[in-house]
């Protein structure tokens, strides 16, 4: 069966790697990247490769909400359902640490972004669908005011890792909330140091095989082994469901956390 994936983030990295393996098992991918020309070129050369597969494309910038709210409804004017969702794109070091929102770069890419953007979509899922969150093995406690915008934080991996477990708590709290007859959301730490982008510029080290990231999120888009797993962490580096960093197994910090990232959203979508 062929299915329509969205992947953000898929210029390259393991977003690209992803969409590549997707489109030649013979799926409907919805490339996103933030760069128009880049994003062409990749459309072009998955096109070239596809058998029985399918390609589209979308450009928006992500640490900007407004562009979430575009990119939701372009996808929603062109499709009445996806199967997956893999929110991929990312951002760790930047010399713009602050969107034009007044947010933390980090928290407005890797957590409010992949929150809008999926709830906007949430009416084209189905029940058997699937909304891949990219987690990390660095996960910090997440303060709220920062995460709203209010106290910056001067650390890049300590923002890093306060947006990755913010995700990963919203995603296991919307498991909990919506239950059955609701997609599945799984948050998957693709695994550590991998040669992306972002490692490179980050820690500047070359990185682990990008491939290692790429077949984990095939397996948690489309295999059986995750058809039950709504709610659960893949950590990537031992290849099995493990805890989460404790904040995101204890409901008030959860419900804090949660309450930040609707109110930011409420407040910036509502202007």
Known sequence: MQKTILVTGSTDGIGLETAKILVSMG?????????????????NALSALANNGRVESYMAVLSRMADVE?????ITERHNQIHVLINNAGVFKTPDAITQDGLDVRFAVNTLAPCLLTKRLLPLFGSSARIINLSSAAQSPVNTEALMGRVRLSDDLEAYAQSKLAITMWSRHMALMLKE???????????SLLGTKMVKEGF???????????DILI???????????????????S????SPHRDALDPQKTEEVVRAIETVLDDITSV
Do not use: C, W
């Not at 799926?27 to 459309?43: D, I, S, T």
């Not at 007859?181 to 695994?191: E, K, L, R």
């Not at 500047?204 to 790429?214: F, Q, R, S, T, Y």
């Open 70 to 74: 575009t990119l939701a409804q372009a």
């Open 239 to 242: 290849g099995s469901f493990v």
């Open 181 to 191: 007859n609701a997609p599945a959301f799984i948050a998957v730490n693709p695994g």
């Open 219 to 237: 397996r948690a888009s489309l295999s059986d082994e995750f058809e039950t797993a709504s709610g659960q962490y893949f950590d990537n580096d």
């Open 27 to 43: 799926h409907h991918v919805l490339l996103h990247g933030r760069n128009p020309a880049k994003l062409e070129q990749v459309e």
């Open 204 to 214: 500047g080290m070359v990185g682990k095989d990008i491939g290692i990231g790429a």
